[in-house]
């Protein structure tokens, strides 16, 4: 799966869980509705949709949509 | 005041808070990240010490500080307070978490348990500032449909800020608490198998 491919994965689970138009600038400080409690729902739900899991450590880090993709690919790296 | 209120949970528990925390709950409180909608707190320890020897005297005020299970590290603060014993009603917040942690979600249920179960409260309120979105958004992820704006509610460094109050009453908390449960143990999950891993 390619970069563009994962972001849009991602931004398919962000416009589902947050109800708002998701783009690759979308991050927790540009929507208050990605709050603690969504954040949570946001990060099992892309770990279901790709088949992935992101280590504990890194969940709070993985605040934008950005980041996110970078996080999917790290996984992915050799 | 002083109480020997503790509940355990699945990642988290909340316990009294004490002396021997002054240090950490100024440290939160001064955080710049986490203190833009929080009243002003002197940068004096003695001054903490002083607010929580008045806070010992408080009756129906229960402040806990918020510690993970495996590592015993504080990751924040919440408390519960103004309690009405007619109304059977109360206030919950001097809700801080650091930055980076996942109490959150598992603090409001254990706080939320204690109002209801161990507190016998029939209802329980929290007033956040209108401006602090993602707070305010927290409490609407919840599930809590009950709320309201009050206007100009708060003075926070001289400034009149609008708060939109939550309220719950125990009746749906039955209904709510199974989502946070939920939540909760999904982080426990990742958590014990990072453990293992």
Not at chain 2, 30 to 54: C, G, M, V
Not at chain 2, 139 to 155: E, V
Not at chain 2, 183 to 194: E, P
């Amino acid at each position: 799966m390619n970069e563009k491919e994962i972001e849009n994965k991602i931004l398919k689970v962000l416009t589902l869980v947050l109800k708002i138009e998701a783009d690759g600038k979308t991050s927790r400080q540009s929507h208050f509705e990605w709050d603690s409690l969504k954040h949570i729902e946001i990060i099992f739900a892309i770990e279901d949709e790709l088949q992935i899991q992101f280590p504990e450590d890194q969940l709070s880090g993985l605040d934008s949509v950005q980041k996110l993709v970078q996080g999917v690919i790290a996984l992915h790296a050799p | 005041m002083r109480h020997e209120i503790e509940l355990v949970g699945i990642s988290y528990r909340i316990r009294p808070v004490g002396d021997t925390d002054a240090s950490f709950i100024l440290d939160l409180r001064s955080n710049p990240i986490l203190n833009k909608f929080i009243h002003h707190t002197s940068s004096s320890i003695n001054d903490q010490l002083e607010w929580l020897k008045a806070y010992y005297q408080r009756q129906g005020d229960y402040y806990f500080v918020i510690e993970e299970l495996h590592s015993g590290n504080p990751e924040g603060v919440i408390s519960v307070y103004d309690i009405d014993d007619k109304l059977q009603c109360g206030e919950w917040g001097r809700w801080i978490v650091k930055p980076g942690s996942l109490a959150s979600i598992e603090s409001a249920w254990l706080m939320y348990e204690c109002a209801f179960k161990n507190l016998g409260l029939r209802e329980i309120f929290c007033r956040t500032v209108a401006k602090n979105g993602s707070v305010v958004s927290f409490h609407d992820s919840c599930g809590i449909k009950n709320k309201r704006i009050l206007k100009d509610f708060f003075t926070i460094n001289g400034q009149k800020l609008d708060a939109v109050e939550h309220r719950l009453d125990s009746e749906d908390w039955s209904i709510l608490s199974n989502r946070l449960m939920t939540l909760a143990r999904m982080i426990d999950s990742k958590r014990t198998r990072n453990l293992v891993d």
